[in-house]
């Protein structure tokens, strides 16, 4: 989502275009994940943000990398540690920095 430019709604096309997915696939997980409701404008068209199409790529990933059943996603979506998505990505990545900077301090001195 980097390589597009951040707003503050986007329609489905817009999800579609982002995630990979086709219309229909999101509408459907939207009857089968009660945490996925985008709201919908006066023209009953669904506007989505960005923490929901977050969601969706997280329920991508689970169905089609992990190869979960939707009840499985559904689950695991419910555990509070799951949600956090790329934590221990991002801790490793602050100690390779900081391990860095040491060393370049170290040499410094």
Known sequence: MSAVQEKLFYKISDVCELTGLEAYVIRFWETEFPMLHPKKSKGNQRIYVKKEIDLILEIKRLLYQEKLTIAGARKRLRQPSVR?????????TLR????????????LN
Do not use: P, Y
Not at 96 to 107: D, G, P, T, Y
């Open 84 to 92: 956090k998505i790329g934590r221990n990505d991002s801790s490793e």
């Open 96 to 107: 390779a920095v900081k391990k860095e900077l040491q060393a370049i301090l170290h040499l």
